[in-house]
């Protein structure tokens, strides 16, 4: 496979396409600090969706932007019975909308919330874009291109889930999607269920109302328990309360509070267990809260209430658990062609891959459908992703854009070159 890539280096497209990208660095770098400074919190994508989709038509492409923000090209194959590549980058942020974005350098690195992940690549997916326009790649099946939505936090893949299971149910046989720099393959989807969970009573003084039941203690009774949760380590799973709050004042019984919580595995039957296991305790939880003050019940009896009113041990805490995540798990196998033909691409131009069986990506809504997939780098540097220190450095930005180039045609094929490697996949239902 990997005397296959080194022939297409030789191609004519190739290197016409690898001339463009490098001449057209600066340009990228500069479209790239004009997107990160368009704010694009998951769910608020919208205004930078819209500019990415502006600057694409002032280029010629006649995109589609669906219904939930995604924007896309697609570049039509020679064989019309060729197998259809979807390549992406994420236009979301994990930043607020309301979060100061200002770009400064020191010492060769810029710095600017949301520079890395995943601006950059969005940005190197437009030159890509521009690059095989120019050198006209005669791809023999489809390549899609663009920049979906939803992919970070409580977007929970919702462009990939639109994309994948309203408007392609079918005909979609690879995917690759952009996400941060390097050489990293990964060729699986770590799946994970999020929740956020309520914890409601009447509330009152903490002290003329003492003996009602408490949301606040019951969960940090849920809390407890799910610390002490025994999960395993092969396939990686794993659990954590990410927020909390609730509450009113240092001297009131709180009405309400509220969890944030996420599990992941690399297993679906594992992830389940643990989800079962946390339902369970959260009723135990609410449970030993109403039972600690109605055990006492002569103790807070009537006369610390107000005429008419229900008795305090009868006032109970109830729950309310909301699913605000849920990202399948997806497994691949390292031997697969997809996998196969990234490693083989990097090796021919003398790059050295990494490799992950697992993430939580935008791969993981084809990949659990069995749609071949993989994350990949893409050019330059960064660090810091998610922080308000996050940093970038534009160097070698067509060296990660052009094993990219190189990826596709091998997977699509190129007329008068080779066949796809990618196989054309059966009619699917789901």
């Not at 340009?27 to 694409?56: D, N």
């Not at 269920?193 to 849920?222: L, W």
């Not at 927020?243 to 039957?269: E, P, W």
């Not at 490799?355 to 990949?367: E, K, L, R, T």
């Amino acid at each position: 496979m990997k005397e296959l890539f080194e022939k297409l280096q030789q191609t004519p497209e190739f290197k016409k396409a690898c001339e463009v990208l490098k001449a057209e660095e600066d340009r990228t770098w500069k479209e790239h600090q004009e997107l990160v400074l368009i704010p694009a919190f998951s769910r608020f994508e919208e205004k930078r969706a819209l500019h990415f989709q502006e600057m694409l038509e002032a280029e010629g492409f006649e995109t589609v932007r669906d219904g939930v923000n995604n924007v896309y090209y697609t570049f039509k194959g020679t064989d019309p019975n060729g197998p259809t590549l979807y390549l992406t980058a994420h236009i979301d942020t994990v930043f607020p909308m309301d979060t100061p974005l200002a770009i400064t350098e020191k010492d060769g690195k810029y710095y600017c919330p949301g520079i890395g992940d995943d601006t950059a690549s969005l940005s190197q997916v437009f030159g890509i874009m521009r690059a095989i326009k120019a050198a006209k790649i005669p791809f023999k099946g489809n390549l899609i291109i663009g920049g979906n939505v939803g992919e970070e936090g409580l977007g929970d893949l919702y462009g990939m889930k639109h994309f994948f299971l309203k408007d392609h149910t079918d005909g979609i046989d690879g995917f690759l999607t952009v996400d941060g720099n390097g050489n990293h393959i990964t060729y699986g989807g770590t799946g994970s269920y999020r929740y956020e969970v309520t914890f409601k009573g009447p509330g009152g003084h903490s002290n003329g109302d003492f003996g009602m039941p408490n949301p606040i203690h019951a969960m940090g009774r849920a809390i407890a328990k799910f610390a002490e949760l025994d999960v395993p380590n092969s396939p990686k799973t794993t659990f954590s309360i990410g927020v909390v709050n609730g509450g009113t004042s240092v001297n009131s019984i709180a009405i309400s509070c509220t969890m944030l919580v996420d599990m992941r595995s690399n297993g679906k039957k594992e992830l389940d267990e643990v989800d079962a296991k946390f339902h369970k305790l959260l009723k135990e939880a609410v449970e030993e809260e109403n039972g600690r003050w109605a055990k006492d019940k002569e103790k807070f009896s009537d006369k610390f209430t107000r005429p008419g009113t229900t008795p305090l041990c009868e006032r109970v805490v109830e729950l309310d658990c909301k699913k605000v995540g849920d990202r399948p798990v997806g497994n691949q196998n390292f031997e697969d062609t997809i996998v196969q033909a990234a490693k083989s691409a990097y090796e021919s131009m003398g790059l050295e891959p990494s490799f992950s069986p697992a993430g939580s990506v935008d791969a993981n809504i084809p990949i659990s459908l069995g749609i071949p997939g993989l994350a990949v780098g893409a050019g330059g540097q960064a660090g810091g992703a998610h922080s308000a220190s996050e940093w970038y450095i534009p160097d070698n930005i067509s060296v990660g854009q052009s094993k990219l180039v190189l990826l596709a045609m091998g997977l699509l094929g190129v007329e008068g070159v080779c066949d796809p490697l990618l196989p054309k996949m059966g009619k699917r239902n789901y």
